[in-house]
């Protein structure tokens, strides 16, 4: 790894976690009014008792409560206090990240759609985030133009549309809803479909689409998109090279941006294939040895130890984390 310059950083099981993971950890606790915690909930650990104040994220359009805890955006400032760039880049729909953007690390820019749409920090100061309409244009060919986003999914003009139409006729479940540059095949819970049916659709998609896996469902977009293209076209945009990036991921549709970078912090690994490729090259992944909020904050640690980044981390007992 070089000085790192830049980090890219999933969100759902990178820093953002949801019940299922914690309630296996410990315990999230709403506090009465009397106390003085710092946002009304935390997330004790069953093991170690130490607890950790959290943040609620807005329910999302499948329904998730997610939760981010306060250590993390104050660790992510201090990784941008010392001038390195931070960069969310996620799978979700632009709509459910507008919806959580108040609640989450501030960042130089934020990346949608599994790649598809990049909003940066407005050098104008004139709105909060502005798109990058070159990167954006890069997909017209196969996702349709910027105007064509207005229209419904089956009214859009373009082949990723096309073959959108044609999986909905063949009776999948497809979820397009506040997508503009991809589509998310739901695979599970469709009566008669099989896992291989799916994997004949995905291999025969026409030339110029691509495909990964985002949360046990098939995500279907522009080949010129993808957070790996993301990744590189930011990072070179910035003047830096993939020797002074990393980042911080846990799901099969990082894999080829954590290949592309010069290594991978994973809080947690939620797909086989990502166990897969850290036994393969180990080397390039650094595994916490926790999930939930503490791997998460393991991995930041582990990035601020590597750039010599001075953290004072200390969380504290249950019996002293409303005194914050």
């Known amino acids: 790894m070089g000085n790192i310059k830049i980090i890219f950083s999933d969100i759902d099981g990178t820093f953002v976690h949801y019940p299922k993971t914690l ?13 003085e915690g710092p946002t009304g909930l935390q997330f004790v650990n069953k093991t170690s008792g130490l607890c950790h104040p959290l943040i609620a994220l807005p329910t999302s359009s499948t329904g998730q409560q997610g939760y981010l805890s306060l250590e993390t955006l104050k660790m992510v400032r201090r990784l941008r206090e010392e001038g390195i760039i931070f960069v969310i880049i996620s799978g979700a729909r632009y709509a459910t990240i507008l919806e959580r953007y108040p609640f989450m690390p501030l960042a130089d820019a934020v990346v949608v759609e599994n790649g598809g749409r990049i909003f940066e920090s407005d050098p104008e100061f004139l709105t909060p985030l502005k798109e990058d309409a070159v990167w954006r244009a890069t997909h017209a060919a196969m996702a349709g133009s910027v105007h064509e986003t207005s229209k419904l999914p089956e009214d859009r003009q373009a082949p990723l549309w096309d073959v959108f139409r044609k999986t909905v006729a063949d009776k999948w479940s497809v979820d397009a809803r506040s997508y503009t540059t991809l589509f998310r095949i739901k695979g599970k819970g469709d009566e008669g479909k099989t896992t291989e049916q799916l994997q004949e659709v995905l291999g025969s998609l026409p030339e110029g689409l691509a495909t990964s896996v985002n949360l046990g469902m098939a995500d279907v977009y522009p080949a010129t998109s993808g957070k790996h293209n993301a990744a590189r076209y930011i990072t070179e945009k910035r003047g830096f090279t993939a020797d002074q990036a990393v980042c911080m991921c846990d799901d099969d549709n990082d894999l080829e941006m954590a290949a592309y970078v010069s290594h991978a912090y ?20 650094s595994v916490s040895s926790v999930d939930g909020v503490e791997g998460t904050h393991e991995a930041l640690c582990a990035i601020m130890e590597h750039m010599g980044i001075h953290y004072e981390y200390k969380p504290l007992q249950q019996s002293s984390c409303s005194l914050i």
């Open 23 to 35: 309630n296996e950890l410990g315990e999230i606790q709403t506090l009465e009014e009397s106390d």
């Open 266 to 285: 994973l809080p947690g690994m939620s797909a086989d294939s990502v166990r897969e490729a850290v036994a393969k090259n180990p080397s390039r992944f």
